[in-house]
């Protein structure tokens, strides 16, 4: 089969509505600030009335297509890279706005064939002039999606499947990411699959690892979702744990930069320098773009791992969790591809 994807990826498919706004409005609409806070449809429609309604964010009021694994995707277009996406919105407003938004970065959208009773999922994200981040975020329609969604012709045409942990949240997501993985690897593709925070193990740590033993060949995580799926106490014993397994281990430690391991070799790879950090929303996700762009163009770890690095580092210097300047431009000029 010809493979028309570097990579094809599932996840929570989630539009964010990002404005500036001051302390008032915070203390007005009872948002709780610099926290993630799960909300329902009637609290998420309130909350987008005031945004457009409060005048100061009349300028400043953007939506974007979001969602862990589909600003990966972005990143990965930014590279050069050519990307599926398969998420779940409905048929209102917002949905058109994700997947306007996702072709905009030159990703392709599947949005699967099944109707959803929800509306789209969207986060609020009030942003104060003092940087913190204030997210309100409905679920919605993500978490909608069932194993009909999944096209496996599409899925088994990308080199590479990459799956978002959070899936495992919802049991038709996780058989719809399981028909996925076996339309890729009957394809002969490989799989990745991001860990999405320490909780989300917590959760499915046996789950994962059952994963990782039988299916998935690319593992990313931070520092403390290593340690909470291996059970180490100290990175060392993290190291040795992702030794043990065999496959490759991308593994993030923030300012520390990413030790890569693969059975018996360990890279370790310094950050890409950044003369002010404005915004670590979105590291993790930009680290995966310029790993699995270089995974799926013939690079070694060490320069998976500085493409990662690179596209880190270029997203956490603004507000955002998407690449504001062509990583390709970025990568070019650093040697990389």
């Known amino acids: 089969m010809t493979q028309q994807y570097d990579v094809a990826s599932l996840g929570n498919a989630i539009v964010d509505i990002i404005a500036s706004v001051d302390d008032r409005f915070l203390l007005t609409h009872h948002i709780s600030k610099g926290t993630m806070t799960l909300i329902d449809e009637f609290r998420a429609k309130e909350l987008l009335k005031a945004l457009t309604d409060n005048q100061q964010t009349m300028s400043s009021l953007h939506e974007v297509a979001g969602g862990s694994a589909a600003n990966t995707m972005a990143g990965l277009a930014s590279l050069g890279g050519n990307g599926l996406f398969l998420g779940k919105v409905s048929d209102d407003r917002l949905g058109k706005v994700f997947g306007d938004s996702m072709a905009a970065t030159g990703v392709t959208f599947h949005n699967g064939s099944s109707k959803t009773s929800a509306s789209t999922a969207s986060s609020m994200i009030a942003v ?169 163009h013939g690079k070694g770890l060490a320069d998976c791992g500085r493409l990662g690095a690179l596209a880190a580092a270029e997203v956490i210097s603004h507000y955002g969790a998407r690449p504001e300047t062509s990583l390709k431009d970025l990568a070019i000029k650093a040697g990389l591809i």
């Open 128 to 296: 104060t002039p003092d940087g913190q981040r204030s997210m309100n975020t409905f679920l919605g329609a993500c978490r909608e999606m069932v194993p009909d969604d999944v096209d496996e012709t599409q899925v088994a045409a990308a080199r590479l499947l990459y799956i978002e942990g959070y899936l495992w949240d919802e049991e038709t997501a996780k058989q719809a990411s399981r028909k996925a993985i076996a339309a890729v690897k009957g394809a002969g593709g490989r799989v990745a699959l991001s860990l999405s925070d320490p909780f989300c193990v917590g959760r499915f740590r046996n789950e994962f690892l059952a994963l990782l033993d039988k299916d998935v060949s690319i593992l990313f995580a931070n520092e403390d979702e290593a340690k909470a799926l291996f059970e180490a106490e100290s990175f060392d014993g993290v190291i040795e744990g992702a030794k043990k397994w065999g496959g490759i281990a991308a593994l993030t430690r923030s300012a520390k930069g990413c030790v890569i391991v693969e059975e018996g070799m360990v890279h370790e790879v310094p950050a890409a320098p950044v003369s002010r950090v404005i915004d670590t929303t979105g590291a993790g996700d930009q680290f995966a773009a310029g790993f699995l762009y270089g995974m799926t």
